[in-house]
T-cell receptor, first 115, second 110 residues
Framework: DTGVSQDPRHKITKRGQNVTFRCDPISEHNRLYWYRQTLGQGPEFLTYFQNEAQLEKSRLLSDRFSAERPKGSFSTLEIQRTEQGDSAMYLC?????????????FGQGTRLTVV | QKEVEQNSGPLSVPEGAIASLNCTYSDRGSQSFFWYRQYSGKSPELIMSIYSNGDKEDGRFTAQLNKASQYVSLLIRDSQPSDSATYLCAVDGGDYKLSFGAGTTVTVRA
């Protein structure tokens, strides 16, 4: 399977703990995105990378959130000092920058529950 | 602020009928438009992309775009129970990130 892969699929953590999620994009894609989705809402943009450069961060992304994409391959999203409001599905997507085609493909998501 | 609005639904259609989903967007500079299907508890799956005014057909799906009216729609012909899902409209405002609507839930009655 050459789609976007996310790990773990589910994470339950206690409030105040740190968590880290991983995303492996489609191999030839140079753009990688993180979104967050809560029940009944569409995904909300968090941040994106072109190759290894983080080009934009949403104002939704507080100082407790950090994302990296070393060497322009996989990416990690870390949440420090988790809060109950962080409970959501965290989605990673990737796309290939090619003219006007900006189709983005999502991974299976990581469902985070903060207790 | 870029807004994408969809009929909240739920939309219930009988099997074999046409399901019609609508989406409007606020940013006139938007370049690319997408429809994603999301089954309950799963991640969004890209089903259609459209970049220019008019219709685009792919199997039982037809996307329609009218940039002057800032409107994009999705028609599902010959609806099947497997089409029961939430359909998300997504808009790329030219900055390569997507703004999503809240989705329309479709239920196809057998």
């Amino acid at each position: 399977d050459t789609g976007v892969s996310q790990d773990p699929r589910h994470k339950i953590t206690k409030r105040g703990q740190n968590v880290t999620f991983r995303c492996d994009p489609i191999s030839e894609h140079n753009r990688l995105y993180w979104y967050r989705q809560t029940l009944g809402q569409g995904p909300e943009f968090l941040t994106y990378f072109q190759n290894e450069a983080q080009l934009e961060k949403s104002r939704l992304l507080s100082d407790r959130f950090s994302a990296e994409r070393p060497k322009g391959s996989f990416s990690t999203l870390e949440i420090q000092r988790t809060e109950q409001g962080d409970s959501a599905m965290y989605l990673c997507a990737s796309s290939l920058r090619a003219g006007t085609n900006t189709e983005a493909f999502f991974g299976q998501g990581t469902r985070l529950t903060v207790v | 602020q870029k807004e994408v609005e969809q009929n909240s639904g739920p939309l219930s259609v009988p099997e074999g009928a046409i399901a019609s989903l609508n989406c409007t967007y606020s940013d006139r500079g938007s370049q690319s438009f997408f429809w994603y299907r999301q089954y309950s508890g799963k991640s969004p799956e890209l089903i259609m992309s459209i970049y220019s005014n008019g219709d685009k057909e792919d199997g039982r799906f037809t996307a329609q775009l009218n940039k002057a009216s800032q409107y994009v729609s999705l028609l599902i012909r010959d609806s099947q129970p497997s089409d029961s899902a939430t359909y998300l409209c997504a808009v790329d405002g030219g900055d390569y990130k997507l703004s999503f609507g809240a989705g329309t839930t479709v239920t196809v009655r057998a």
